[in-house]
């Protein structure tokens, strides 16, 4: 098994690489040159990224199902993947959750770690007692397949939401936001000037306190595999213990609306360090959100 799992991300590494010379990390010598990935993806146009095959083969396991994806016209046809999880019956109401990655397209690390949690979740699918998941791992195609944080409009999309942006996958998850009304909104990103891992508590103030609650052991659980960013700032942003208590406008979150607030989390890896430990610093840290979720909503039903 863990051979098996050791593998597995040494092709995660590779086809990362591939993706951005940038980075000093990657140690392998047949890293296969971006051109002929962008061409496997261009003869895949329209279908999965490659690091979603693992997801793609689990699809329509028990719990597990790949929907139909959310198409888009950029140049030609796109679809932006989506998942879904259903845990086991909880007490009450199921919590819905929306976990977002590969927003910033030369972010895949984020999305490798989401679908490293929704295979954990297949084996494990106590974990997510309680839970429906909804999942995102590639919110960017475009900017996936073009290695750039943009997507092809030339816009940074997680600066765009609910300020009537006229691209298409930020109006397409917008709809995702109001359709599915989550309880709970994650979103994961990768930071190339961060020495550790840290959070952003995304939300419009009001679900704050919760999502603090939730943001502090997941770090923790991160640190286990990376160690966490301290600064008195980063990203521009007043930090204290790698918590982030303002963000950008326009990022992706919750829309207005009457009832309780979910909690919002953004959570960022530093992306230099190794992608296996940033996959399981991701993996680690919405394990905990769920598990911690699930507790306060326990001891406080009406949250
Ligand atoms: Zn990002």
């Given at each position: 098994m863990k051979e098996v799992s050791l593998m597995k991300f040494i092709n995660l590494d590779r086809a990362v690489s591939a993706f951005d010379s940038r980075r000093e990390w990657h140690t392998l010598q047949s890293v296969p040159r971006p051109s002929d990935v962008v061409l496997r993806a261009a003869a895949a146009f329209g279908a999965a990224a490659s690091f979603l095959e693992p997801l793609d083969a689990l699809a329509g396991s028990a719990h597990f199902y790949r929907r139909s994806g959310l198409v888009f016209e950029r140049g030609g046809r796109w679809e932006l993947p989506r998942y879904q999880f259903f845990g086991p019956r909880g007490g009450g109401d199921a919590m819905r959750i929306g976990i977002f990655a590969t927003i910033h397209g030369d972010e895949p690390e984020s999305g490798m770690g989401l679908v490293h949690f929704l295979e954990g979740l297949v084996r494990q699918p106590e974990l997510a007692r309680g839970f429906i998941i909804e999942a995102y791992?590639?919110?960017?195609p475009t900017g996936y397949f073009d290695a750039t944080r943009q997507a092809r409009g030339g816009k940074?999309?997680?600066?765009?939401?609910?300020?009537?942006?006229?691209?298409p996958e930020v109006r397409l998850l917008e709809e995702e936001l109001l359709r599915h009304r989550f309880d709970g909104i994650i979103s994961l990103h990768c930071d190339d000037t961060s020495e550790g891992v840290y959070g952003f508590l995304?939300?419009?103030?009001?679900g704050a306190v919760l999502s603090g609650h939730l943001l502090e052991p997941a770090l923790r659980a991160a640190e286990a595999f990376l160690p966490r960013?301290?600064?008195?700032?980063?990203d521009g942003f007043a930090a204290c213990g790698g918590v982030l208590r303002n963000c950008y406008e326009g990022v992706l979150r919750a829309p207005d609306h009457d009832g309780p607030p979910p909690f919002e989390i953004t959570f960022e890896t530093p992306q230099r360090a190794p992608v296996d430990r940033q996959i399981e610093a991701f993996n680690s840290a919405l394990i905990s959100i769920l598990a911690e979720y699930r507790q306060l909503l326990a001891h406080a039903p009406n949250l």
């Amino acid at each position: 098994m863990k051979e098996v799992s050791l593998m597995k991300f040494i092709n995660l590494d590779r086809a990362v690489s591939a993706f951005d010379s940038r980075r000093e990390w990657h140690t392998l010598q047949s890293v296969p040159r971006p051109s002929d990935v962008v061409l496997r993806a261009a003869a895949a146009f329209g279908a999965a990224a490659s690091f979603l095959e693992p997801l793609d083969a689990l699809a329509g396991s028990a719990h597990f199902y790949r929907r139909s994806g959310l198409v888009f016209e950029r140049g030609g046809r796109w679809e932006l993947p989506r998942y879904q999880f259903f845990g086991p019956r909880g007490g009450g109401d199921a919590m819905r959750i929306g976990i977002f990655a590969t927003i910033h397209g030369d972010e895949p690390e984020s999305g490798m770690g989401l679908v490293h949690f929704l295979e954990g979740l297949v084996r494990q699918p106590e974990l997510a007692r309680g839970f429906i998941i909804e999942a995102y791992p590639l919110c960017n195609p475009t900017g996936y397949f073009d290695a750039t944080r943009q997507a092809r409009g030339g816009k940074d999309l997680n600066r765009e939401f609910w300020r009537d942006s006229a691209e298409p996958e930020v109006r397409l998850l917008e709809e995702e936001l109001l359709r599915h009304r989550f309880d709970g909104i994650i979103s994961l990103h990768c930071d190339d000037t961060s020495e550790g891992v840290y959070g952003f508590l995304s939300g419009r103030n009001s679900g704050a306190v919760l999502s603090g609650h939730l943001l502090e052991p997941a770090l923790r659980a991160a640190e286990a595999f990376l160690p966490r960013n301290v600064a008195a700032q980063i990203d521009g942003f007043a930090a204290c213990g790698g918590v982030l208590r303002n963000c950008y406008e326009g990022v992706l979150r919750a829309p207005d609306h009457d009832g309780p607030p979910p909690f919002e989390i953004t959570f960022e890896t530093p992306q230099r360090a190794p992608v296996d430990r940033q996959i399981e610093a991701f993996n680690s840290a919405l394990i905990s959100i769920l598990a911690e979720y699930r507790q306060l909503l326990a001891h406080a039903p009406n949250l």
